[in-house]
Structure formats: structure tokens, C-alpha cells
């Protein structure tokens, strides 16, 4: 059975790049650094599994995982522009919401941000989308 | 008589199979509380204020009976563990899953990379020496030892 991984992880990051209003991204495996004291994102897509979604000959795969985030917006600056940029994100990657790709669906089961930290210059806050995703 | 045995094995094997899923459910949810809140990128004061991406993350292991910790770490330098590769933020929950009964009476959580006591509690280089506290908060959140 063919992998899909490529277009998952295609489909979650262009979802991602399409939300208005967010800052730059730095994904996996790029080049590009930081500009001190400006806001930015983050992001590392991890599959946590990917076995048969029912019994019997040929099953259809469901590949699970997470989309893991983390804004950094200046360090000592308050929390304002944070939260507003963590409900952008959570808006638009809420529970159900569906990201359709090429021959596959991703979609969001869960999204959520934990605490804040002060950490190297930024106040860092943790984002994480648990998603699913099957072929179409 | 007989037939009231046979019950009760039914019954306790029921109990069985919910405990085993209650106790995967919570060792996922504390692994995923490992990597929710491990930072994805450590830059701190690096000469050249790049991310080294997914070091700490990729470092974190769990350890269950007959399948125990290696001990090493991925360093963000690029060094390679010097044996089994251990599991990674994903390859804890796989791990979890594909446990037996048996194998969760022990479990263990750790992360031996090079930078993971820095990444914990702040280190020297780190202004107002913040840390993450991703053990620490993730014992306190679920009562457990750390």
C-alpha cells in the first residue's frame, strides 16, 4: 500500500500557511533563522502511527499524529499578541475541521496550546493539532 | 460451582482488558504532554541563532518492561546515538500501543540528550535562566514521580 505521508504533511503546512494574519513559519528541515524580536512560528508535523483502519484483505490505512507548533512573539512584551495569534491558529485548525489534499483527508481531533514560557528572548507558547487522515 | 468460576473469569478478564486500556490511555496522555510541551526549536545563544529543529523532541524515550532505555541522546550538533535509536516524540505512542499488559508494569520516561538538564531548568547562557520544565510540569499535571 502506498505511503501518503508527503501529501499529509503538504496538506497540513499549506492549511497552515493559509491562515490570515499569522506570522512567518519556519518549517522542517529549512534554512531560515529567526529575526530577533520578530514574532514567528514554529512548526514539525509527527506521525504517530499508521496501521489498518478496519480488518480484512487491503484495508485502507489511517495514519495518526501531531501537529506540533510553537509561536514566538518577544520575550517581555505581555501576552496579548500571543493569544491572539494561538486563537487564530486554533480557529482555524479547530476539532472536525478538515484539510482536503491531494487524494487524502486530514482531518483535526484536537487542538489546544499549553503555558506560555519566557525562554532565550521570546515568550514561547506551545501548540499542538491531533489529527487523522485517510485516503480518498 | 463451575459455572461461577467461569463467570467470574470472564468478568475478570473484562477487568482486564479495561484496565490495559485505561493505563495505555494515560501513558499516551503523559507522552503527549512530553511532547506538547518540549520546545521545537533550541537556539538560546547559538553562535549563529539558528534552530537546531526537533533535538530535544526527537531525544525523548519510554522505557517499559524487557524493552528498557539506551541511555543516549541525539545531540542538536548532528552526533549520531551510539546504539538502538530510541523513540522519539511519535515512537513513545507507538510504543504505548503495541505494549502488552505485562510490559506497562514499568514504565519510565526519560530524555538523555546532551542539552536535556539546560532545556529543563535553564542554563548559564539562557537570559533570566528560564527553563521548559517539561518533566516537571508534566509530573506535576499527572501526580506522578519524577
Known amino acids: 500500500m502506498p505511503s501518503h505521508r508527503k501529501e499529509i504533511r503538504k496538506t ?16 522542517e528541515n529549512s534554512t531560515k533563522d529567526p529575526t530577533k ?19 480484512g484483505t487491503n484495508p485502507q490505512q489511517r495514519y495518526d499524529g501531531i501537529l506540533r507548533l510553537e509561536l514566538k512573539v518577544p520575550e517581555g512584551k505581555g501576552t496579548a499578541q500571543a493569544d491572539t495569534l494561538v486563537d487564530l491558529i486554533l480557529d482555524a485548525m479547530d476539532a472536525t475541521t478538515d484539510f482536503v489534499g491531494t487524494n487524502i483527508v486530514v482531518r483535526t481531533d484536537e487542538s489546544y ?19 487523522y487522515a485517510y485516503k480518498t | 460451582m463451575a459455572r461461577t468460576l467461569n463467570i467470574m473469569a470472564d468478568v475478570m478478564s473484562e477487568v482486564d482488558t479495561v484496565v490495559e ?18 520546545p521545537l526549536g533550541i ?24 524493552n528498557p532505555s539506551t541511555g543516549q541522546g541525539i545531540s542538536s550538533k548532528g552526533r549520531k546515538p551510539q546504539s538502538v535509536p530510541h523513540d522519539g516524540g511519535s515512537g513513545m505512542i507507538n510504543k504505548i500501543k503495541n505494549a502488552t499488559k505485562e510490559q506497562l508494569m514499568y514504565v519510565r520516561f526519560s530524555n538523555n540528550s ?18 521548559y520544565h517539561v518533566y516537571k510540569r508534566t ?3 499527572f501526580g506522578v514521580q519524577q
Open chain 1, 37 to 55: 524580536g520578530v514574532p514567528h512560528i514554529i512548526s514539525q508535523v509527527m506521525f504517530t502511527g499508521r496501521e489498518p483502519a478496519v480488518r
Open chain 1, 12 to 27: 497540513l503546512e499549506t492549511a497552515l500557511a493559509g491562515i490570515s494574519g499569522i506570522p512567518d513559519i519556519i518549517f
Open chain 2, 21 to 38: 486500556t485505561q493505563l495505555k490511555s494515560l501513558l499516551v496522555r503523559i507522552a503527549r504532554s512530553l511532547i506538547d510541551l518540549s
Open chain 2, 43 to 66: 537556539h538560546a545563544d547559538a553562535p549563529n541563532g539558528r534552530y537546531a529543529t526537533g533535538a530535544y523532541i526527537a531525544s525523548h524515550e519510554v522505557s517499559i518492561l524487557g
Open chain 2, 114 to 131: 546532551p542539552h536535556a538538564d539546560i532545556v529543563e531548568t535553564g542554563g548559564p547562557n539562557w537570559r533570566r535562566r528560564k527553563g
Open chain 2, 139 to 141: 509530573a506535576d499535571r
Open chain 1, 113 to 131: 496550546a499549553n503555558d506560555g514560557v519566557m525562554v532565550g528572548g521570546w515568550y514561547s507558547v506551545p501548540i499542538s493539532v491531533i489529527w
